[in-house]
């Protein structure tokens, strides 16, 4: 920890009754927020084979959003930071929901349709670091890890409900039924309105002895983040394929890679709650560890094993999301927006690519030499987690 003087902002123990409420907000807040980047990727068989873009053209939509929302996420943490500039909640999440639902009546016009994901994306990119700075105020007084892993488990269930609402939006009617997607973000944006959350962050000043924090433990825990979320899309995106050429039907598969997203959310949970109780780092090294058999076992068993090992790598591996998000908070208490932006942006971004890597190499050797790969990456996740320098003097920040 570094020599910093953290001043407290006296409104937050004013607030702390309200912790319950005021965190459930934001999870709900968080889950409409992130349903609708999910929705962008499940039009992607519409768009190319009834309205007749190009494959290059439907995936820029996709890019142009991860692209932009994750480089502005840090871009907005650091004005929250340095110049208390931050974007209402409430505007953050109507501008996600627009974006994409106005491509439901602009689906004809395809560099409006780029405007809309730009927009949709700016939304995104500002919500994630304000509503961690609320997170992060909130928790002033404890509880932390279980705080933080309930506003990004919102996250993680919007991510799996975001694909259902699009689907059942067009089995009803076309794309332009997308355009009623719209409603969860207006009730929300008005929700939050009416309820606001007190506009607080933990740190109100910053002097320090030395000039600067100490960045290094953080910039080891980031490549882990990292690395993690290369190994998070890389199964989400290769396991179905995988399971699908072993013969198990694609409804089957599917469904596996649902359980599994589930069990993350309980495992979000529960390294939240036990890093509250035993430490942040002992959590984020024995669960990313205990990640490496479970995903060694998915590639060689079946059945009821299978589920199984699929459940617990899911649950294993996202146990620590929540947990490193938290810790690199406390150790870095004046910079809660922007390390917010760089876990929840560039790291999901970098891993996105790590994800393309992937690809090439399952493209040149086979996907299963390709999946093989995935428990060394782990294994050097939690090497790095264990290399982080944190004590837990540092949690009492």
Request: charged residues 10%; hydrophobic residues 55%.
């Amino acid at each position: 920890m570094s020599n910093n003087t953290v001043t407290i902002n006296p409104e937050i123990t004013a607030h702390a009754p309200n912790q319950t409420w005021e965190i459930t907000q934001l999870a709900l807040a968080h889950l409409v927020n992130d349903a609708y980047f999910p929705v962008l990727m499940a039009l992607q068989p519409i768009l190319i084979t009834t309205l007749g873009y190009s494959y290059s053209q439907a995936a820029l939509l996709v890019v142009t959003y991860s692209v932009l929302s994750s480089l502005l996420q840090p871009v907005f943490g650091l004005l929250a930071d340095k110049k208390g500039f931050r974007v209402s909640i409430s505007l953050s999440v109507l501008l996600s929901g627009c974006g994409i639902a106005l491509l439901g009546q602009l689906s004809d016009h395809y560099l409006i349709m780029l405007g809309c994901v730009a927009l949709s994306a700016v939304g995104a990119a500002s919500f994630h670091p304000g509503a961690l700075c609320k997170v992060g105020a909130i928790a002033a007084m404890g509880n932390r890890g279980k705080i933080t892993s309930f506003f990004i488990m919102g996250g993680n269930l919007g991510q799996a409900l975001g694909p259902l609402l699009a689907g059942v939006a067009i089995a009803y009617g076309s794309i332009q039924s997308v355009t009623w997607l719209i409603i969860p973000a207006i009730i929300m944006a008005i929700f939050l309105l009416v309820y606001p959350i007190p506009d607080v962050c933990p740190i109100v000043s910053k002097t320090t002895e030395t000039g600067d924090e100490n960045w290094k433990p953080v910039i080891i825990l980031f490549a882990g983040s990292t690395m993690r979320m290369w190994v998070n899309f890389g199964a989400m995106t290769f396991l179905p394929t995988f399971l699908v050429l072993n013969g198990y039907p694609i409804l089957e598969a599917t469904m596996l890679i649902s359980v599994m997203l589930l069990s993350g959310v309980a495992g979000q949970l529960t390294g939240g709650v036990l890093s509250d109780r035993i430490g942040r780092k002992p959590v984020i090294v024995i669960t990313t560890f205990a990640t490496i058999p479970a995903f060694t076992a998915i590639l060689f068993v079946h059945g009821f094993l299978l589920i199984l090992a699929i459940m617990a790598f899911g649950f294993f591996l996202w146990s620590s999301f929540a947990v490193t998000i938290a810790m690199a908070h406390e150790l870095m208490p004046t910079q809660i927006g922007l390390v917010s932006g760089l876990f929840l942006g560039i790291a999901m971004g970098a891993g996105g690519i790590g994800v393309s890597i992937s690809g090439v190499i399952a493209d040149r050797v086979g996907l299963n030499t390709s999946l093989f790969l995935f428990p060394v990456l782990i294994l050097a996740t939690g090497l790095l987690f264990w290399m982080v320098k944190y004590s837990p003097d540092t949690e009492k920040c």
